[in-house]
């Protein structure tokens, strides 16, 4: 564990200050170019007639796109390049046992955010290692968030242990990274 003193507090403040940027709606929904928006524009010429040919369109637009191993896969992957146990990674990211095991056993599984921040934090994966491994779990750390900028923050940093993380998450006011409940897993 460091010590976090006024000068990291300080520093970490900056790093916020220079790195936040606030998002427009219309550049949101634009992709930042100025043009705007059309939803009608990505279905032209595309309109199905009846549920299934809706829901066959969907899953050809997600196979065509999809370009990652499943979270659970990288996970294991990772666990054990690092050379980690399974028991030591849970423990390290304060995961239940239980919820781990979920994770590694359920197809598809999609972890909460908090949950994939944890373990690429307890594996030490820094920069864009660390933005590939959320992107698995369907997440990236976005530059409107103070909670995902301090993230970014120790991830720069190399702060890896959670109560490190923790303790400049409750400087900055923002929820703080906490062991998953069994009862909030799902498929």
């Known amino acids: 564990m ?14 916020i200050k220079e790195n ?15 043009k705007q928006f059309d939803p009608g524009e990505i279905a032209r010429g595309m309109r199905p007639k009846n549920f299934g040919d809706a829901s066959d369109l969907l899953s050809a637009f997600v196979k065509e796109r999809r370009d ?6 990288v996970l294991d992957k990772l666990r054990t390049e690092k050379g980690l146990s399974a ?5 390290a990211a304060w995961i239940d046992k239980r919820v781990y ?8 599984y ?17 920069g864009d290692e660390f933005d590939e491994f959320l ?24 702060y890896f242990d959670l109560h490190d993380v923790n303790a400049f998450l409750l400087t ?12 909030e897993v799902s498929p």
């Open 172 to 183: 900055m006011d923002q929820k703080l990274l906490v062991r998953e409940q069994v009862d």
């Open 87 to 91: 028991a030591d990674l849970y423990k």
């Open 135 to 158: 992107k698995t779990a369907g997440f990236s750390l976005s530059e409107s968030s103070i909670f995902d900028l301090t993230i970014r923050f120790c991830v720069s940093k190399e």
């Open 2 to 15: 460091i010590e976090i003193n006024d000068g990291l507090v300080a520093e970490l403040k900056l790093f």
């Open 68 to 73: 990652y191993e499943d979270f659970a896969h």
């Open 110 to 126: 999609r972890p909460a955010k908090s949950t994939a921040i944890a373990f690429g934090l307890a594996l030490n994966l820094k």
């Open 101 to 108: 095991s979920k994770i590694m056993t359920t197809s598809n």
């Open 20 to 34: 936040y940027k606030l998002i427009s709606l219309g550049k949101l929904f634009s992709g930042g170019k100025g």
